[in-house]
């Protein structure tokens, strides 16, 4: 059975940075694109960063030049450095991503998302 389990949130003040980190397990072949979602309260759920199997990646305006999204391919684990946090950057924190694996003898491919991680910055 596949799982993503987020690891690395918690409480931090304001301009301090914390490092997620994302653990992909199970009968996994390969991982193609990865991303990192937030969601604050009262608020939608939104893309922060993605990373393609190659490496190439994608921010949204609000964390450039702050976040680093980062993966290791033979661990299959995925990162978020998270430099200069700031009040409005809590939220809980979402790993995605896309899969290549076996379910007994079949080969799937499907979109898995871990439990999250609470990210408080305070002021």
């Known amino acids: 059975q596949v799982q993503l389990v987020e690891s690395g949130g918690g409480l931090i003040q304001a301009g301090g940075s914390l490092r997620l980190s994302c653990a992909a397990s199970?009968?996994?072949?390969?991982?193609?694109?990865m991303r990192w979602y937030r969601q604050a309260p009262r608020k939608q759920r939104e893309l922060v960063a993605a990373?393609?199997?190659?490496?190439?990646?994608n921010y949204a305006d609000s964390v450039k030049g702050r976040f680093t999204i980062s993966r290791d391919n033979a661990k299959n684990t995925l990162y978020l450095q998270m430099n200069s946090l700031k009040p409005e950057d809590t939220a809980v924190y979402y790993c995605?991503?896309?899969?290549?694996?076996?379910?007994?003898?079949?080969?799937?491919?499907?979109?898995?998302w871990g439990q999250g991680t609470q990210v408080t910055v305070s002021s």
């Open positions: 995605n991503a896309d899969l290549n694996f076996f379910e007994s003898t079949l080969f799937k491919t499907n979109d898995f």
């Open positions: 199970g009968s996994i072949v390969s991982i193609n694109e």
């Open positions: 990373i393609t199997s190659g490496g190439s990646t």
